[in-house]
């Protein structure tokens, strides 16, 4: 497996489809508790926006996308309300002693893996390349996580993110959490 940055714009396509594949209102309630799932679906416009910004990461093996992680900056904001959002909602987590609004940070806005590719590392190869990548750059990753997605959360969790704000979304009440690298 190689992680790279997404250069091919036939990728856009599959990431298209994972997300359609994992999105909560396509998979039913015992796939979703047990295999996480996705809330936003993005256009390849919104993918190629986001791209521009920060390159999206592929985790490929051969051929075939095993996993994306897509990744966002302030500049990211108003590709998409999800990513606006986690914008707004950082801004009242930090700046707090533990946490000051000084330090350089990335959003992660999703990171997904193929179902058939699940439990073999790819989650934690993303998160490897993500850290090496923007370590020089930034001092946290901040990311939110959907409070019934226990998948997700325990994966995060296990990469050392801890939570900074619990939110009560409109939809789905998540935690923002954070990674000092």
Do not use: W
């Amino acid at each position: 497996m190689q992680i790279n940055l997404l250069t091919k714009d036939a990728h856009f396509e599959v990431i298209e489809q994972m997300i359609a594949n994992n999105l909560i209102e396509n998979i039913d309630l015992r796939e979703q508790e047990s295999q996480g799932f996705l809330i936003a679906n993005f256009t390849k416009e919104e993918l190629k926006k986001f791209n521009a910004i920060c390159p999206i990461l592929l985790a490929i093996q051969g051929d075939e996308v095993l996993g994306y992680v897509i990744v966002g900056t302030e500049k990211s904001k108003g590709i998409h309300p999800v990513i606006d959002s986690m914008i707004s909602d950082s801004k009242k987590a930090l700046g707090k002693p533990s946490l000051p609004s000084s330090d350089r940070h990335i959003f992660i806005i999703q990171v997904c893996v193929d179902s058939s590719h699940r439990k073999k590392g790819v989650f934690k190869q993303l998160y490897t390349s993500l850290i090496e990548k923007y370590k020089k750059t930034y001092k946290l990753i901040i990311t939110e996580v959907v409070t019934r997605n226990k998948r997700s959360f325990v994966a995060h969790e296990r990469m050392g993110f801890e939570v900074i704000r619990s939110q009560n979304g409109i939809d789905h009440p998540h935690l923002m959490v954070c990674l000092r690298i």
